[in-house]
């Protein structure tokens, strides 16, 4: 699932549920229900978290 390889990805590069909340610019909250399935990501979220894992956005699909 999508959710699953935000964690995935997040826990590879090494780096804090805030850090990537930072990055994509939402609150570490709202990451926090985006990587547990229960917020689905926007677009432009979606956009921010392939470009910062560097992985294509169909990646997460």
Known sequence: MMHDKFRKE???NNL???EVAQ???VS???YNRI???KRLPRPE???ALSEL???PID???
């Open 28 to 30: 570490r909250l709202v």
């Open 23 to 25: 990055a994509i610019g």
């Open 53 to 55: 894992f560097r992985k």
């Open 35 to 37: 990587e547990l399935g």
């Open 16 to 18: 804090r549920q805030q």
């Open 59 to 61: 990646y997460f699909f």
């Open 10 to 12: 997040r826990k590879k």
């Open 45 to 47: 979220e979606i956009k």
